[in-house]
């Protein structure tokens, strides 16, 4: 089923994907060569619980920690650890935070120091394609508009699209119907229609977009070892312009 919310249930979506874009905009601030993923782990635990809210990922489906880490080949799911980054690095950070019964989400993939230039330019191409899915989620559309839109984008760019991992819906869930590929023919799956609140999530790969998991059942990175990036927008569909509801500002 998938869920139409309300105004209502729009704006309590809306405030936890401020707390999450603000998460997301202070670890921006803490991402340097030396610092651990576990401190991040932290930082972002203790703003979220700081704003009356709960990390949505610590304990969900038993993942140990309250915010995903993913440097380099790993492409979603990276477990916080006394890893410490690398100059050259980049990291994908997903956070989810609950508050008031309904779900944030949002991603974004930092550089770590100065990076190759091909890492930026598959950071790039991720995000913009990000936003070319966003501006088909429009009501009479398809939700299969949003995956075509993207992995034309990103192959036309070079990049290869993960096929195996979906976005999905968002509110008094993480994860709710419907899932949201991102890839696939246009004018496929349900309409659009307003009040549907989805998080869109393009996870791009340099090379090949296989991918396996390691052995620590979480951690997702490419076959091939070559660089991936991850960003993710929860928006919502409204009788005009999408809604972008996890605005991140810059700190």
């Not at 709960?54 to 489906?61: D, M």
């Not at 991603?107 to 890492?119: I, S």
């Amino acid at each position: 089923m998938i869920y139409i919310r309300s105004l209502q249930e729009i704006e309590k979506i809306r405030e936890s994907n401020r707390i999450v874009a603000e998460t997301l905009s202070l670890l921006k601030t803490e991402i340097r060569p030396g610092v651990s993923t576990l401190e991040l782990d932290k930082i972002a635990e203790d703003f979220i619980r700081g704003h009356d809210a709960k990390p949505a990922f610590k304990g969900y489906n038993g993942f140990p920690a309250s915010i995903c880490t993913s440097i380099n080949e790993q492409v979603v799911h990276g477990i916080p650890s006394k890893r410490v980054l690398q100059e050259g690095d980049i990291i994908g950070i997903d956070i989810g935070a609950l508050k008031d019964g309904y779900y944030g989400d949002s991603a974004y993939t930092f550089a770590v120091g100065k990076v190759d230039d091909e890492k930026l330019r598959l950071m790039r191409v991720t995000e913009e394609s990000l936003y070319r899915g966003i501006e088909q989620a429009r009501a009479g559309n398809h939700l299969s508009d949003i995956g075509h839109a993207i992995q034309t984008f990103v192959e036309d760019n070079g990049f290869s699209v993960v096929r195996t991992l979906v976005g999905h819906g968002i509110g008094t869930k993480l994860h709710e119907p419907p899932e949201v590929p991102n890839y696939g023919l246009p004018g496929r799956g349900p309409e659009l229609k307003p009040g549907m609140c989805l998080a869109i999530e393009p996870m791009v790969n340099i090379g090949t977009f296989e991918v396996e998991c390691l052995e620590d059942g979480w951690t997702i990175v490419t076959v091939d070892r070559q660089a991936s990036a991850h960003y993710e927008h929860t928006i919502a569909i409204t009788e005009d312009d999408p809604l972008i509801l996890s605005t991140r500002e810059e700190r």
